[in-house]
């Protein structure tokens, strides 16, 4: 971290004065990329809404560490939303449900245990506020290490499986001609989402993560004309919404990641307009 925050000091920015602006600028740059590339499979795949899940799972999953005393909860976040995922899968595998009413039950029944935990036995639920909001400036180098070993790990799977979880989403019964294990992929795919919903939570907030994994890629898909685009062009929004949302809450003391998602919601809505007139 000495280096980087050497690099900061480089730059003729006032924000990046401060050691906690110089670790959340770090986040955002690596936070970014795995919202960027991962959006691109959300949006295709029409898993928006089984991201959200998600999101109400890592919840319960900080809820039930907290209530077994453990030092850092986000493990068990992890380990329930990583749970969480499989189950999902098996279920679907084995269920003729539409995937938006499995998603609806999942997530229901996310939020409810999550509730029921946190305010079991009396407990207050405002302790978990920040999950909730999220709060980018707290993040500590040793959630920024584990940020950079998950994006070290998300680029090989993507390098290695964009391809066959393109055609899986689009078309698994084409992928599974080809021989493409379509369960795995998917499986695969669900869990990297789950490891990263979890480990930003606390820094993005529950109530708007979802869009962050959403946003970028709805609005890659308005400009791209081919998946290289699609994917660079995901990317791309995620970091300038993310260096941007920074600074707006730098200066107007607002929320980061609420400045983060407003910013990609008004990228989107410029390549609407852009795309309304190359057609």
């Known amino acids: 971290m000495s280096l980087w925050y050497a690099l900061c000091d480089l730059l003729p920015v006032e924000m990046l004065h401060w050691d906690f602006m110089k ?45 077994f005393g453990l030092a850092a909860p986000t493990w068990a976040a992890v380990g329930f939303s990583v749970a969480f995922a499989l189950l999902f899968c098996y279920v679907k595998s084995r269920s003729n449900q539409a995937a938006e009413t499995l998603i609806g039950v999942f997530s229901s029944s996310a939020v409810a245990l999550g509730i029921f935990v946190a305010t079991l036995g009396g407990g207050s639920f405002t302790k978990y506020n920040t999950y909730l909001i999220g709060d980018i400036l707290s993040v500590t180098p040793e959630e920024i290490g584990l940020l950079v070993l998950v994006l070290a790990g998300v680029l090989v799977f993507w390098i290695l499986c964009a391809n066959r979880l393109t055609l899986t989403a689009i078309h698994p019964q084409l992928a599974s001609s080809r021989g493409i ?29 979802n869009s962050l994994l959403v946003l970028p890629g709805a609005a890659a898909r308005n400009v791209a004309r081919n998946l290289k685009q699609y ?15 920074l600074v707006a809450s730098y200066y107007t003391e607002c929320s980061a990641g609420a400045a983060i998602s407003l910013l990609l919601a008004l990228v989107f809505a410029v390549t609407f307009c852009l795309r309304k007139r190359r057609l």
């Open 23 to 67: 670790n959340a600028f770090l986040a955002l740059l690596l936070m970014a990329p795995l919202f960027g590339l991962l959006s691109t499979m959300v949006v295709t795949g029409k898993m928006s809404f089984f991201s959200d899940a998600l999101g109400h799972s890592a919840f319960t999953g900080i809820a039930i560490g907290a209530i």
């Open 231 to 245: 994917h660079g062009f995901s990317v791309l929004f995620a970091l300038l919404a993310g260096i941007g949302g």
């Open 181 to 209: 294990p379509v369960g795995l992929s998917q499986t695969l795919f669900l869990v990297a989402i789950a490891v990263v919903v979890t480990l930003c939570i606390s820094s993005v907030g529950l109530l708007i993560l």
